[in-house]
C-alpha cells in the first residue's frame, strides 16, 4: 500500500513537471489554464487569440525586442499582453522586473492588482515557486522575494528609481509593458499626444535595464501621431515587430509605406470579421457608421475613413488663376500655448469675383523669428507687385503674435516695408478648435469653390506633375510640356496666370511642396499627423479680405477646363 502511494506520489510529481513546462512554453496554453482557474470559465479563443499569443511567445524566447499590437478594445490586448504576460513572466524567472503603465492610473493599478492576485492563487503556486515578499501590499509596487518586482503606473507619472528587467543576467528577465498610453479623449489634442510620444525618450527609454529588454505596446489606434505610429514612423529610431489585428481582415490589404520603422508580422488569418464571436459582419457594419472611431479603434488605421471630410475627388486643381484677385496672407506660427515650437504654416489664398479661392503660395516648416519674418516680407512683397492683384491683407495667429509682432514692426522700421498685420483669433480653444477651425473649409471643397495649383513637385515621381482627384486617390503624370492653357497665356502676355509648383526647402535643406502638404493633411483629417497647413488655410475665413471685381469668371473657367479635356 505504501509503495502504490509511493508511485502514485511520484506520478502525480512528475506531471506536475510536465505541466509546468507546457504552460511556460505555450502562452496560450498559460492562458486558457490561468484564466479558467481565475475566473471560472474557459478563456474563448478565436483565431486572433492564437496568432497574439505566437507573438509573444516569440518575445520570452528572445525573438522580439520591440513589439507594437494595434488590435481593436475589447479583444482580449490586456488580457493576453499584459496579465498573463507578466504572470507568465515571474513563472520563468521570479527575479524578473517589470514596468507597466496606461493612459489611466487606476487602469494600471487594476492590472497589477490582477497580476498579484493570480500569483497569490492556489492553482498558480501548486504550479510555480513564486513567493510575494510580506510587504506586497500596494498596488503600484509589489516585489517578489527573490528580488523581481511589478510597478505600476499612469503613462505620464514618474516612474523613475525602477528598472525593466536586470543587467547582466542571461533569459528573460522582465520587460516594459504599455498599455493604451493616450486616453482617446485626449487623442485631438496635440499637446497630450506630443507628451505622450516624448515620453519614450525623456522616461521609458532610460528605464530599460538594457537595450535587449524587451518592450510591449499593445493599444488600440486614436490617431495618425498616436504613440503606435510615432514609433512606427521612427520616433525612437528603431525596428518594431508589428501585428496589425483590424476588426475586419481584408485580403488585399497593404502595410503603410509611411511606417518605415514597422515590420509586419504575417498574421495569416482568412478575411473575414476578426472575431465573430465579438463582432459578425452586421455589427461591424454598425460599427462604421461612426467613420472616425471605426477608422482608428477597429480598422487600426486612423487615415482610412471611409466616410473623409475631404474626399480626393473634392480637391479641384487649377491651371490658370483669374486675372483680378484680392490676396489674404495667412501666418500660423503654430505654438499655440505650449513653448515648443512646431512648423510654421504661412497661406497666400487669392479670393476672386465670384469668391472662389486659390492657394497661391506659402511656406510650411520649422523657422526661427528672423526666418518667419523674411518669409513673409518676401511674400508680402512679391504679391502686392504681382499684376491683377488689387489689395493685400496679412492676417496673423493670436498665439505668439505679440512677441512676433514686437519683433517685425523693429524690422520693418530697419528694412521695410510697412504693412498693416491684423490678429486673427478663434473664441474656442482645446483639441476640437483646431479641427472645428479646418472644418470650415469642406463646404468650398465639395461644391468646387477652393482650388489648388495643378502642378505639383514630387521627389518619387522625379520632378513636377499635374494631378487630378479621384474618388480612391490623387493620381500624377510627369509634365513634359506647356498645357494649351498655358500657351495661350504667354501668347498673351500672362503667363503669370499659369499655377506653378509651390516648392520650398524646410529647416533640413528637403525640397517640400505646399501644395501637396495641404492635400495630405486634408484627405487624412482629422487624423493627419500634421495639420498645420490646413489651419493656416481655414483661417482665410477670420480675415476680412473680400471678392475682387466680377469680372474673368467665365474665362477662367473655360480656361481650365482645357485641363480636363487635355
Not at 313 to 326: A, G, K, S
Not at 408 to 414: C, G, H, L
Not at 426 to 440: F, L, M, T
Amino acid at each position: 500500500m505504501a509503495i502504490r502511494a509511493e508511485l502514485a506520489s511520484r506520478k502525480s510529481e512528475e506531471q506536475k513537471v510536465e505541466e509546468r513546462k507546457r504552460l511556460l512554453s505555450s502562452h496560450e496554453e498559460f492562458t486558457a489554464h490561468f484564466f479558467e482557474q481565475q475566473q471560472g470559465q474557459r478563456f474563448e479563443f478565436g483565431p486572433h487569440h492564437e496568432v497574439v499569443c505566437q507573438t509573444i511567445d516569440r518575445v520570452f524566447a528572445g525573438e522580439i525586442k520591440r513589439l507594437i499590437i494595434n488590435i481593436p478594445p475589447g479583444y482580449s490586448k490586456t488580457e493576453l499582453a499584459v496579465k498573463m504576460f507578466i504572470a507568465r513572466g515571474f513563472a520563468v524567472n521570479p527575479r524578473a522586473r517589470f514596468i507597466h503603465v496606461s493612459y489611466a492610473d487606476t487602469l494600471a493599478l487594476d492590472n497589477s492588482l490582477g497580476i498579484r492576485d493570480l500569483i497569490y492563487s492556489a492553482s498558480f503556486q501548486d504550479h510555480f515557486a513564486v513567493s510575494l515578499r510580506a510587504d506586497a501590499k500596494t498596488k503600484g509596487l509589489w516585489k517578489t522575494s527573490a528580488g523581481g518586482h511589478l510597478r505600476a503606473a499612469a503613462a505620464g507619472m514618474p516612474i523613475t528609481g525602477f528598472r525593466a528587467g536586470i543587467l547582466a543576467e542571461a533569459g528573460f528577465t522582465g520587460a516594459l509593458v504599455v498599455d493604451d498610453p493616450l486616453k482617446p479623449d485626449d487623442a485631438s489634442y496635440d499637446d497630450q499626444r506630443r507628451f505622450i510620444n516624448e515620453r519614450w525618450h525623456t522616461t521609458f527609454k532610460s528605464r530599460l535595464a538594457h537595450e535587449d529588454v524587451p518592450v510591449i505596446v499593445v493599444m488600440q489606434r486614436l490617431h495618425s501621431d498616436d504613440f503606435s505610429g510615432y514609433l512606427l514612423r521612427g520616433g525612437s529610431g528603431e525596428i518594431w515587430d508589428h501585428l496589425i489585428l483590424p476588426v475586419e481582415i481584408k485580403a488585399d490589404a497593404k502595410y503603410p509605406a509611411d511606417y518605415t520603422h514597422g515590420r509586419p508580422i504575417e498574421h495569416g488569418l482568412p478575411a473575414g470579421p476578426l472575431w465573430k464571436l465579438k463582432h459578425t459582419e452586421k455589427q461591424i457594419d454598425i460599427l462604421r457608421r461612426d467613420g472616425k472611431t471605426f477608422s482608428s479603434q477597429y480598422v487600426q488605421d486612423p487615415r482610412s475613413s471611409e466616410n473623409p471630410a475631404f474626399p480626393t475627388e473634392h480637391f479641384y486643381p487649377y491651371e490658370v488663376r483669374p486675372r483680378t484677385l484680392n490676396i489674404g496672407i495667412i501666418v500660423d506660427p503654430s505654438e499655440g500655448a505650449n513653448t515648443k515650437s512646431d512648423r510654421t504654416a504661412m497661406a497666400v489664398i487669392g479670393i476672386d469675383a465670384n469668391a472662389n479661392k486659390y492657394l497661391l503660395d506659402g511656406y510650411c516648416h520649422r523657422m526661427s523669428l528672423s526666418q518667419r519674418w523674411e518669409n513673409l516680407r518676401t511674400l508680402w512683397q512679391r504679391w502686392s507687385r504681382m499684376p491683377g492683384v488689387r489689395s493685400v491683407d496679412v492676417g496673423y495667429e493670436k498665439y505668439g503674435m505679440q512677441s512676433d509682432l514686437s519683433y517685425i514692426r523693429e524690422r520693418q522700421e530697419v528694412d521695410g516695408p510697412h504693412f498693416p498685420i491684423a490678429e486673427i483669433n478663434w473664441p474656442k480653444s482645446g483639441g476640437h478648435a483646431k479641427e472645428d477651425r479646418i472644418q470650415r473649409l469642406e463646404p468650398d471643397f465639395k461644391a468646387a469653390r477652393f482650388f489648388l495649383p495643378g502642378v505639383v513637385f514630387r521627389q518619387e515621381e522625379g520632378g513636377d506633375c499635374y494631378w487630378t482627384g479621384e474618388e480612391h486617390g490623387i493620381t500624377y503624370r510627369r509634365v513634359m510640356g506647356k498645357t494649351t492653357a498655358q500657351k495661350r497665356m504667354e501668347e498673351t502676355g500672362e503667363g503669370w496666370r499659369n499655377a506653378q509648383p509651390i516648392k520650398r526647402r524646410d529647416e533640413n535643406g528637403q525640397i517640400y511642396d505646399v501644395t501637396a502638404v495641404l492635400m495630405d493633411e486634408l484627405k487624412d483629417f482629422p487624423n493627419a499627423v500634421h495639420d498645420d497647413m490646413s489651419d493656416a488655410v481655414s483661417r482665410i475665413y477670420d480675415l476680412a479680405t473680400v471678392p475682387a471685381s466680377m469680372a474673368e469668371h467665365n474665362e477662367v473657367a473655360a480656361l481650365n477646363a482645357m485641363l480636363t479635356e487635355e
